[in-house]
């Protein structure tokens, strides 16, 4: 029976990556990796979760070293780009558009998760990983010194041990389904998703001189594009191998999930609510390389670190939602929380108390996470509130959450407990500013087009992205900062809400406190509806 520091239960995206972090952080450090599916794996038509934003593009970038593998075997993301509904999406030229015109100043990429997954499996052995692949894990015994898994190998079964124990099984959840641990979520999302083996771009959907002009570059089809409408969103996400992913997400109580279920199901819904795209999919009909659905993706944990030397990453632990690409970001955290434990427990020091402070924050940014999407998918065809959503949802990313990981603060549990007033305040006002959308999205059933707004031209949003990569912060001035940026978000808060009441009076409830926001350069965007046809 072989012993190791670290036995890690499955070795995906957060598997593969730990282990990565791990040997870098402490070369010698014994590690050991089971992954059920034998490697190579396939290109293209494997695993969902393949567009990455700058928390995850960061961590696997700069933190893992991967930037040459991003930059040459990848494709860099032309940021987020959503198309609102209008007269039954049949011309994407009329739709009203929220999205860049060039990169970012910090980047972020479209995966090809198989070749991603190949590379980092590889290269993981190479570091000089335990990782068996073919190798399923059949059990996992809890011990009071170390940790036994049973593995299945080549007809064998053999057991490991390990001090620690990170499961990393994704959705199978093996630790956490053991300890019945699982939070069932309110946020009611399911998804079904193929691969088609050619490039589906939206820049040949329309021969429109002025709204081709936008992009003069034509390279939309590089962002993750989101065709939205009441309670759903289909996405277009380019994979370096060539194929296009073709993904749709619905809030299932509005679009219920036998609907999407079936190849043929979801593609009689694609034609139903999004027609134009539909045609392009027919067109490639041969050319669908697999098909998936997923009901109900959303879940939460009772707890993902645990003083008694388990650990969770991954979707073994939580899941929120697709919609922004947190899936990697939370890998990211969660893989930084769970390096500092490991690396302070094998100097020597006592982990219990910074394991409750990672374990509440990971759960609290979670917390924070599903408010985004939970009763939020009403909104996705409403182009005001969900332009205006989108707006302050990145805010609250560039100038809060994202800062704290680019800065590498999450994984120290001093500077995370000296903000916690702040963050209280952040995580409030976050939630007022959704239900405040929510209720504005009752209040307004205006429908708009023909028009344009890119977040990159709000000076402060496009300001605290670039700063997300710049140089390393003192405590006390990353403090400063974070204050202000909160102080800016509470005058952002004040603006959405004046904009809203213009609708409704009744919406003046919602943010009662912080500045006014006429002290701030930021402003919520604002459209102009098309008349219905009485007022025309
Ligand atoms: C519809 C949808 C869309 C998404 N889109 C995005 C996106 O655009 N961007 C993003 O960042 N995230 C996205 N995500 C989330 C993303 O899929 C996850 O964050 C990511 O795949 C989780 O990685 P993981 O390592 O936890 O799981 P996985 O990558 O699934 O890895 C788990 C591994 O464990 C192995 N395993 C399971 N059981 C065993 C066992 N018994 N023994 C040994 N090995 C085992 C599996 O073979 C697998 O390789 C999306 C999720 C969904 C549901």
């Known amino acids: 029976m072989s012993h190791s520091d670290v036995v890690i239960a499955g070795g995906g995206l957060a598997g593969l990556t730990l282990a990565r972090q791990l040997k870098q952080e402490q070369p010698n450090l014994s590690i050991f990796v089971a992954e059920k599916r034998p490697h190579p794996v396939p290109e293209a038509a494997f695993k969902v979760g393949e567009s990455s934003v700058e928390i995850g593009a960061h961590y696997f970038q700069k933190i893992l070293g991967l930037d040459p593998h991003l930059r040459s075997d990848q494709l860099e993301k032309l940021g987020l780009r959503y198309f609102f509904p209008f007269d039954g ?45 073919g190798a399923v894990v059949r059990s996992i015994t809890l011990g009071p010194d170390r940790h036994t898994v049973s593995v299945q190998h080549d007809g064998h079964v053999f057991d490991v041990t390990g001090r620690w124990l990170v499961d ?69 996400i380019p994979l370096s191998s060539g194929s296009t992913s073709v993904g749709i997400v619905v809030d299932s109580t509005i679009h219920p999930y036998d609907r999407i279920n079936r190849l043929e199901r979801a593609l009689g819904w694609l034609r139903e609510f999004e027609p134009q795209c539909a045609e392009v999919v027919d067109a490639h009909a041969g050319q669908v390389e697999d098909f998936l659905a997923l009901k109900q993706y959303a879940h939460g944990c009772e707890r993902v670190y645990s003083p008694d030397r388990w650990l969770l990453t991954g979707e073994a632990g939580v ?52 408010r985004l999407y939970d009763g939020q998918y009403r909104l996705m065809g409403n182009a005001q509130v969900m332009t205006v959503k989108a707006a302050w949802d990145n805010g609250c990313y560039w100038a809060i959450t994202a800062p704290l990981f680019f800065q590498r603060r999450y994984r120290d549990a001093g500077f995370i407990g000296s903000i916690e007033p702040l963050m209280r305040r952040f995580f409030v006002l976050h939630a007022r500013v959704q239900g405040l959308l929510r209720a504005w999205d009752a209040a307004d059933a205006s429908s708009y087009a023909d028009a344009w707004a ?20 003192d405590d006390e001035t990353l403090r400063m900062m974070l204050g202000r940026n909160l102080e800016t978000l509470e005058g952002f808060a004040r603006a959405i809400q004046d904009l809203a009441s213009r609708t409704d009076v009744d919406l003046a409830r919602f943010v009662s406190t912080g500045p006014s926001p006429d002290a701030f350069d930021i402003k919520p965007f604002t459209f102009t509806p098309v008349p219905s046809p009485v007022e025309a």
Request: hydrophobic content about 40%; proline content about 5%; glycine content about 6%.
């Open 454 to 473: 890119n977040v990159m031209d709000v000076d402060v949003l496009r300001r605290w992205q670039a700063d997300l990569a710049g140089p390393a912060l």
């Open 89 to 133: 999406n049949r011309d994407i030229a009329r739709r009203l558009e929220l999205g860049p015109a060039r990169f970012p100043p910090v980047p972020s990429f479209q995966l090809d998760r198989g070749r991603f997954e190949n590379y980092l499996l590889r290269t993981i052995k190479e570091q000089g990983i335990d990782v068996v692949d």
């Open 168 to 236: 990393a099984s994704g959705r199978s959840g093996l630790l956490r389904r053991q300890l019945g641990s699982t939070r069932a979520s309110t946020h009611l999302a399911s998804a079904a998703w193929f691969r088609v083996s050619s490039r589906l771009k939206v820049d040949d959907w329309s021969t429109d001189p002025a709204w081709l002009a936008r992009v003069p570059s034509r390279e939309r089809w590089l962002s993750t594009n989101h065709l939205m409408g009441r309670g759903y969103w289909v996405w277009l």
């Open 319 to 370: 899941f929120t939602d697709p919609f922004y690409s947190p899936g990697s970001d939370f890998i990211g955290m969660s893989n930084d929380f769970i390096a500092e434990i490991i690396l302070r427990d094998m100097r020597g020091d006592d982990v219990s108390a910074c394991i409750e402070v990672f374990n509440s924050t990971y759960l609290r940014l979670f917390d924070a996470f599903i």
